[in-house]
């Protein structure tokens, strides 16, 4: 007993010592990952608050000399920032809670039961789920364009009122792999109390997949929010423009306005043109706050949701 006791005592160091360097090397790769995503947005905002003479001056990297927020003023008249928000939180926010409900009621009846025609309804989920979306632009364009939903948000709200839309398979698998991981004696309890399939699946399993519906709830408001494909397929108005959009039309002027003055100013140095890239950097970062917003108050449930998600099995 005292030589296990002893040889516990010598050991003791060496498994601390291992025990610090796995954390430490676990940090490291954590906080070189995080590198990545968070250089941009410092990028983003130092860019952002310099003045056109600090970008061009070398001696200036990441702090200007004095901060300039005409350059958010700018943009955010530019943007024409309430309409193109109000445009994009319609088609993210209403797209996202009508994929929550559809794809989780389409994802429990393919978790939960076994009807004729299983597989080849489930092998079309997971076809549409590969299939580009740029590949059906044309026939899309034409349906819409005949019921006439050009320039309006029912492109984007009635598929995914019927668990479509954009990655709308995707969720739905995401909802397959959640209710297949809930215990079956729930159900038969539910149908013991006299429950039917839709009053089991409102009153207990949709209560139980908070977790799968946070998960598609973000996933489905930041793919909408950031997306300019559909929405430069049909939108062609102005007044429904949502911030991408809005935000390549900044950027498409910043450049026509580049292109104008080198021409006047022949060969002079590029350096003295006044290139907008500032302003730029302010558009896009108006355009993506609310997005680190809703992100920095929900990534706490969102990772929570992300684990639970993964559950599979009884």
Known sequence: MLG??????????????????????????????????????????????????????????????ELNFEHFRFAFDRLHFWRSFMNSTVTSLGAALLQIISCAIVGYGFARYRFPGYNVL????????????????????????DLGWINTYLPFLVPSAFGHGLRGALFVLIFIQFFRGLP??????????GAGAFRTFRSIMLPLAGPAMLVVFLFSVVWHWNDVFEPNLYFMVSEHYNLPQSLMILNAQAEQQLSEAQKMMGGAMLTSVPTGYNRNMAGALLTILPLVILYGYAQRYFVESLERTGIAGE
């Open 4 to 65: 296990e006791w002893k040889e516990t005592v010598r050991m003791f160091p060496m498994r601390k010592a291992r025990s610090f360097g796995s954390h430490l090397f676990h940090y490291a790769i954590l906080l070189s990952l995080s590198f990545v995503f968070v250089y941009p947005m410092l990028y983003i905002v130092s860019q952002s608050l310099m003045q056109v003479n600090d970008i061009a001056d070398a001696t200036v990297q990441w702090i200007p000399k």
């Open 122 to 145: 489930l092998g079309l989920v997971l076809f549409t789920f590969l299939v580009p979306p740029q590949t059906i632009v044309v026939p899309l364009y034409m349906f819409f364009s």
């Open 184 to 193: 079956y004696q729930l159900e038969e309890s539910a149908r013991i109390d």
